[in-house]
């Protein structure tokens, strides 16, 4: 079993890396050809947008590794039935049981990677990509999803600092971020447990201090003041009252940090589950609609085992012989069968946002169907 082990895994670990830097090539080369669009902005030019491309590659790693697994040991496992080597194995005593047991085994490695991939590499290369080619475009970082207009979040206001009984809550709106992590453009609204507004903050820009605290300024106070007991006056004695200031600096303590901030600046699909799981006490503490990124959060942690869904749909291809179709027919089935898997896992995230489904069962409900048809084809090959 240790010989044929070495020998499956040296062959398909050969294929997958194989079919991935193809695929790498291909998608490499499609955004180097829609950057050329921008080469010429600001100070963009041609050896940048070679710099963006690169640091794209990792989140291509992630998003295609299951594919490239799939079609990779569809490959060998063709090549083998085609030359009589799977025949030779089972005459030999290898049992359907051992064989999947070997492809387990090597989906390990290919599970692993991806997981290191999406967590470690792909979040900090994302966020370079997208820091680098704003900064050489010379224009504030993109917001993901939220057009020009800017962000808007929100966080509760305590009664001492970030601590303490929760006095009222705060909305604020963002203009733009820019790549060294400072603000601008900030509109504040505060209001208090009876959801009244009490105070307006405009600033021209902001600075992050560290310990939740953002240093505003060209800053503009507008105060609005009300009676102790306004129904025992006539209006417009009982009117509430607006105070202007303006100051140089001020000190905002907020919930909300540069690190939640990095999170709307890239796509959710290139977050790691610890940032979207961030994210998402965020806006589930400040009573928002979190759903969007839950379901990206349970996608992260249930995508690096799609490999073993893959490589159990490849598995029937070893018992069809050669005269059942060619190697090339297998592998042209393998591809559709990786885009029908990467159609319908992102489908699957629309509907259940639409639908309000649960986020874990959104992100799993692909990968079990999937399995179920490999199984399927499992069983119909060996009853053959």
Known sequence: MSILQRYFTSQILKSVFFVLLAFLALFAFFDLVTEINAVGRGAYRLRHAFVFVLLNVPGYIYELMPVAVLIGTIYVLARFAA???????????????????????????FMLLTAAVGELVTPYTATMASEFRDSKLLRDRKMQGKGVAGIWSKDSIYSNGLEGEVIGSRFIHIGGLRTDKTIRA?????????QHLRRIILAAEGHYSGKNEWELRNVTVKTLTVPGKPSETRFPASAPELKTTTTNTFSLLTELT?????????DATKMSAYDLALYNRH???????????????WKKIVYPFSVFVMIALALPFAYLHFRSGGISVKIFSGIMIGVLFMLLNSLF??????NAWSAFLTA??????????A??????????
């Open 83 to 109: 030359n009589s080597e799977f025949t030779i194995m089972r005459a030999s005593s290898l049992s359907t049981l051992q064989a999947a047991w070997i492809l387990i085994r090597i989906g390990a490695i």
């Open 186 to 194: 900030i509109r504040l609204f505060e209001f208090d447990m009876s």
């Open 258 to 266: 540069p690190d939640l901030l990095s999170v709307l600046a890239v």
């Open 283 to 297: 806006m589930e503490a400040n009573s928002q609609d979190a759903s969007a990124y839950k379901i990206a959060f």
């Open 349 to 354: 995230s629309h509907l259940g946002l639409l």
């Open 364 to 373: 799993v409900l692909p990968s079990i169907f999937f399995l179920l048809c």
């Open 375 to 384: 199984c399927g084809a499992l069983w119909w090959v060996e009853r053959r």
